[in-house]
């Protein structure tokens, strides 16, 4: 059984950074397409990052892109989501999501297992 914590989330004034880390056991984690997602009160699940099962390719939501660097360690069995340059309206729960056979990972249907989330809350 596939497992994942995130951890990492907390109170940050805006223009902070965070680093926010998935820990993944219970799977061949080097072959799995890896995902973060952001959920706000109020509003739907949304893509952050995403990093590919094949190549390493990494793919970002607009959003974010060139504030958000998303990583793995394969030894570790851990993705990293490096948060730079926040904005209030980041404030949301982050999780991580494994693909078993995602495909580019910028969809909710493509992951197979979820954490339980961390929280992120930016102050203005």
């Known amino acids: 059984q596939v497992q994942l914590v995130e951890s990492g989330g907390g109170l940050v004034q805006a223009g902070g950074s965070l680093r926010l880390s998935c820990a993944a056991s219970?799977?061949?984690?080097?072959?799995?397409?890896m995902g973060w997602f952001r959920q706000a009160p109020g509003k739907e699940r949304e893509f952050v990052a995403a990093?590919?099962?094949?190549?390493?390719?990494?793919y970002y939501a607009d959003s974010v892109k060139g504030r958000v660097t998303i990583s793995r360690d394969n030894a570790k069995n851990t993705v990293y989501l490096s948060m730079n340059s926040l904005k209030p309206e980041d404030t949301a729960v982050y999780y991580c999501?494994?693909?078993?056979?995602?495909?580019?990972?910028?969809?909710?249907?493509?992951?197979?297992?979820w954490g339980r989330g961390t929280q992120v809350t930016v102050s203005s």
């Open positions: 999501a494994i693909g078993i056979r995602a495909g580019r990972g910028t969809n909710w249907y493509e992951y197979d297992y």
């Open positions: 990093i590919s099962r094949n190549d390493g390719s990494t």
């Open positions: 219970g799977g061949i984690f080097s072959t799995y397409a």
